[in-house]
């Protein structure tokens, strides 16, 4: 399984971008995006279960600004950035797995990884 993460790059504050992350390999019940900012842990960001109805899972400080979407027939995820904040300013990752929906935001609910993309927000 490859994943490849693109679409980072440096955007003014209440700028947008749209991040992409194409899964080679095959089919997951998870995709997810996590990110890790200078000197911070990784943490969660959004995540979307194929078994569930929910249309995605958020972090708080994200919810109202950022959407997770996948294309089906081409096994790609993406995160469609709005109204970015200099503290979403962070190295952007992709996963992929099967968690449960208790795991969904967990590290450890995820088996494969993307090499990250870089979005920098200037104020």
């Known amino acids: 399984v490859q994943l490849q993460a693109s679409g980072g790059g440096l955007v003014q504050a209440g700028g947008s971008l749209r991040l992409s992350c194409a899964v080679a390999g095959r089919t997951f019940r998870g995709y997810a995006w996590f990110r890790q900012a200078p000197g911070k842990e990784r943490e969660f960001v959004a995540a979307?279960?194929?078994?569930?109805?929910?249309?995605?899972y958020y972090t708080d400080s994200v919810k109202g600004r950022f959407t997770i979407s996948r294309d089906n027939a081409k096994n790609t995820l993406y995160l469609e950035m709005n109204n970015l904040k200099p503290e979403d300013t962070a190295v952007y990752y992709c996963a992929v797995g099967d968690p449960i929906v208790s795991s969904v935001r967990l590290y450890e609910g995820y088996r494969h990884w993307g090499q990250g993309t870089l979005v920098t927000v200037s104020s």
């Open positions: 979307a279960l194929s078994y569930s109805g929910r249309s995605g």
